[in-house]
């Protein structure tokens, strides 16, 4: 029944909100009439049967970009029992899959704009239900608002390890970087710097060897 409920939520138009609370358009004090007080001013938890709902609240206009007033709610996220991406029967084909946390490669966040809903997903286990404003809401944008792209990057993980000897004047030292889980057609551009005082004799894609003047 737990799961019949959230995935109810999550297929239903965002324009409803959940329920009855709706990005940029509902107040604390709607929050508080159907869920209770809460002490934050900002962010409020509230633990529930279908799991742990937080709700984020503008301190002033323009708060995360919206032009709505201070106390207005800006998004829902329900943190529910962990469950398959299947399970949702979602279309994904509305859903623009976009990278995660950039330390957890299997982390990703499918999100439809339309409707104003976003999942959290670690590779095919949802995490998180999140309700936003939606397409409809842009024009509460604030001016010069702009957010940053980030669909196409990719998280890359690495290490760089240098010579354990005590770097000296005159002698040279390696260093070289290791990448983990690196997909085979994707190969990061390095460009190796030295601090002042220093050069570099050695330059290739994954190593340099630089000496101390």
Sequence with gaps: MLAFAVTAAADSSSTKGWRGIIPLKSTRADVERLLGPSRDKVIAIYPLPEGRVTLRYSQHRCDGGWNVPAGTVLFISINPEPEPL???????????????????????????????????????????????????????????YSVKDMSNCLPVLFRIECSSEAIKTGSPAECRVIFWRMPKDARPTLKWTVSKGGKISHDNADSVESQAC
């Design 86 to 144: 299947a399970n949702l029967k979602l279309d994904l084909t509305r859903y623009r899959k976009e990278p995660g946390d950039y330390d957890v490669l299997d982390h990703f966040y499918y999100r439809n704009e339309e409707e104003g809903l976003s999942f959290s997903v670690l590779g095919e286990i949802v995490l998180e239900h999140i309700y936003g404003p939606t397409a409809a809401d842009r024009h509460l944008r604030c001016p010069n």
